[in-house]
């Protein structure tokens, strides 16, 4: 009896162990850690970008980017680079956590991320904080920055790429009236239907000219409301940013619904998922985005395609080249401090003027935001298609 009581014993206990280290596993966020063993000749580098949810596919072709980066720059001051890759999961909530982690338990020395302004954001204030600089590669809403002097970035903003995009409106396609439909759930689609608007009121002389707009969330799938309000308002064109599933679906059930109106979008557009499940709907549309390989810019423009056409036998998209930028613009300023001390990586940062990136020149301004053009690009036989460059505005 009393053996039979004391297996008893510890067949519970070890099932009380088991279960405390699956909670463990299932709570636990996935790490993966690339080159380098941690040890002290090792810079560690985080990056936490959405691999799973619905922003995976921006967040996978950026990482493609940094990874590039990393395997063609591996070293700086003599000692191994090493990423530290977490998935934010496309989850405010996750990226937060994400950041935090890269700082108080990988002791990452400077953090690349997020594809997805928002995701960005929520990342702030444990930069902030902790002091730990970070480089955004495509989040684009002014926000990002703002009041944050350890957050740092590659690509224009939210501001100019609105401006540019009222202007194509303007002056190419000679719209006088604009709708907007936005997805409400998201900082980057809200802001940036603000600048468009702004500034397309600003170009028509019209406080009217925007006759009205439609708003989603992120994940809808049936947009039939949204776009039967937008064919009563008979708007010259259609200023639609937002998440590349989301705007697909609209354009393809525009298309459906016998809605020929222009429609436009931003830099979240430059998927190759917006061309596979927009189809031949999506012929023909326009957005802003940040590169095109049919214009290389500088001499990195050039190692970065080689580099890249050999690695992944294909063309790079625009935020893939902003990857690659963060990367080496990092590695950058760690060899001008000759330190890999956050702080003083931070203010390298703060310096960087004219470098020389693959998505073109940059120059910091007082923000840490990129003073750069923007490219504008078209859906053409199932490919994007360089239409022309716009430089910022002085």
């Known amino acids: 009896m009393y053996k039979f009581g004391k297996k008893i014993g510890i067949l519970l206990i070890a099932v009380l162990i088991l279960g405390t280290f699956l909670s463990g596993c299932v709570q636990k966020q996935e790490t993966v850690k690339e080159d380098g063993d941690g040890g002290e000749d ?96 495509s989040c684009t809403n002014p926000l990002v920055t703002k009041s944050n002097d350890y957050y740092f970035r590659v690509c224009f903003i939210d501001p100019f790429q609105g401006t540019v995009m009222a202007n194509y409106a303007y002056n190419n396609l000679g719209a006088k009236k604009a709708a907007i439909i936005q997805e409400i759930s998201s900082d980057y689609s809200v802001g940036l239907s603000k600048f468009f608007t702004d500034a397309f009121k600003e170009l028509t002389g019209d ?59 931003g830099d979240t557009w430059e998927t190759p998922e917006f061309i596979e499940i927009g189809g031949d709907a999506v012929e023909g549309i326009v957005m802003s985005t940040f590169f095109t390989s049919e214009k290389p810019i500088t001499p990195m423009s050039d190692e970065f395609l080689k580099a890249y056409r050999e690695e992944y036998k294909k063309e790079p998209a625009s935020v893939t080249a902003l990857g690659f930028d963060a990367y080496i613009m990092l590695l950058d300023a760690i060899k001008r401090t000759n330190s890999s001390e956050p702080k003083d990586i931070r203010d390298a940062l703060a310096q960087t003027k004219e470098f020389q990136g693959a998505a073109g020149v940059i120059t910091l301004d007082n923000n840490g935001d990129a003073v750069k053009s923007a490219v504008i690009k078209v859906v053409e036989d199932g490919k994007f298609k360089y239409l022309d460059t716009v430089e910022p505005i002085k």
């Open 207 to 265: 406080e009217n000219a925007i006759v009205g707009s439609a708003s989603y969330n992120t994940g809808d799938q049936d947009f039939t409301a949204q776009l039967n309000v937008i064919k009563e308002l008979k708007p010259d064109v259609v200023f639609a940013p937002g998440n590349f599933i989301e705007s697909a679906l609209i354009v393809k059930q525009a298309k459906q619904q016998g809605i020929d109106i222009p429609l436009l979008g």
């Open 42 to 137: 090792v810079i560690k580098i985080g990056v936490f970008e959405p691999l799973t949810g619905p922003n995976a596919a921006g967040g996978a072709i950026e990482l493609e980017g940094v990874k590039l980066a990393n395997k063609m720059y591996p070293e700086v001051l003599g000692k191994k680079v090493e990423l530290v890759i977490v998935d934010n999961k496309s989850d405010k909530v996750e990226a937060a956590n994400a950041a935090a982690r890269l700082i108080e338990k990988e002791k990452v020395s400077a953090i690349i991320g997020s594809w997805g302004s928002s995701l960005s954001m929520a990342a702030g204030d444990a930069v902030k904080t902790s002091q730990v600089p970070a480089i955004g590669a």
